[in-house]
């Protein structure tokens, strides 16, 4: 376990251009809706290293056996990260994540546990490297996190800790020469690690599950906007794994402050 917490202070969080949707637990089809600020901050030298990405996101889920996305609240989230450019191809950052997980019954008629809901609070860390190929943007990538889990009333939840490793490969293709229109594929597989309240030792650092994401992404360059719609498959254990279908859409407002900053 104190290799894991090495690993988390050593590798600063990998940002992504779309926010990708988190995953919500079991269910048949979901939706996620988020909207991000990405601020560049410049220094007195008019210089810009430093990205602010904030966002607000929900999400909707159906129940196991039927495709009604939008029956019930899945998740809330409110994200803020801070990334740093070291060159022109490498980004480091770190952040930090508030999640609402509402919880359900896995069996008939899927009611809300006796804990309706729980909070979350992750750190993150990781590095992303972007390979430039004429239209093609490939951008391997990993990422740690810890988060903290606690009850509606913020004591401690059963489970208590999570170490998770995300090791993420993004293709970017550039539809046009102005790069206003992008098709973009994802593919990520998380490992994971986590403590239970009642016990003092960490469960095995494993495989859980893998998400496989396309995105079609539009900026509009007046308004400084970029709107992206996706779909992810997200594959859940790896002996005949569960699958669930999420489908996405965010949009992100880049530098609106960018007048009162120059």
Do not use: C
């Not at 996305?69 to 994200?79: N, V």
């Not at 069996?107 to 093609?136: C, M, N, R, V």
């Not at 594959?235 to 880049?254: C, E, Q, T």
């Amino acid at each position: 376990m104190k290799q894991l917490i090495l690993l988390i202070l050593i590798f600063p969080i990998y940002t992504y251009t779309q926010i990708t949707p988190s995953g919500v637990g079991v269910t048949q089809s979901a939706a996620w809706m988020a909207i991000g600020i990405h601020q560049k901050i410049y220094n007195k030298e008019q210089e810009t290293k430093w990205t602010s990405e904030s966002v607000i996101a929900l999400g909707r889920m159906s129940y196991p056996n039927k495709i009604n996305t939008f029956k019930r609240p899945s998740i809330f989230t409110i994200r803020q990260d801070f990334k740093y450019s070291i060159g022109s191809q490498l980004n480091i950052s770190i952040g930090i994540n508030y999640y609402t997980k509402y919880n359900y019954e896995s069996t008939y008629p899927y009611h809300q546990k006796a804990i309706p809901f729980k909070h979350e609070i992750k750190t993150s860390s990781g590095i992303a490297y972007d390979i430039p190929i004429h239209f093609l943007t490939i951008t391997p990538s990993l990422k740690q996190e810890f988060s903290q889990y606690f009850n509606p009333n913020f004591s401690y939840y059963t489970e208590q800790f999570r170490a998770r490793t995300r090791a993420r490969v993004k293709l970017k293709f550039n539809l046009t020469k102005d790069k206003k229109h992008a098709v973009i594929l994802i593919s990520e597989q998380l490992f994971s690690s986590t403590k239970q309240f009642i016990s003092t030792k960490w469960s095995p650092f494993l495989y859980k599950d893998s998400r496989f994401s396309i995105y079609y992404s539009h900026t509009f360059t007046k308004q400084s906007i970029q709107l992206d719609i996706g779909y992810m498959h997200h594959l859940v254990g790896y002996y005949k794994p569960s699958s669930i279908h999420h489908f996405a859409i965010d949009i992100i407002w880049k530098n609106p402050f960018k007048s009162n900053l120059r």
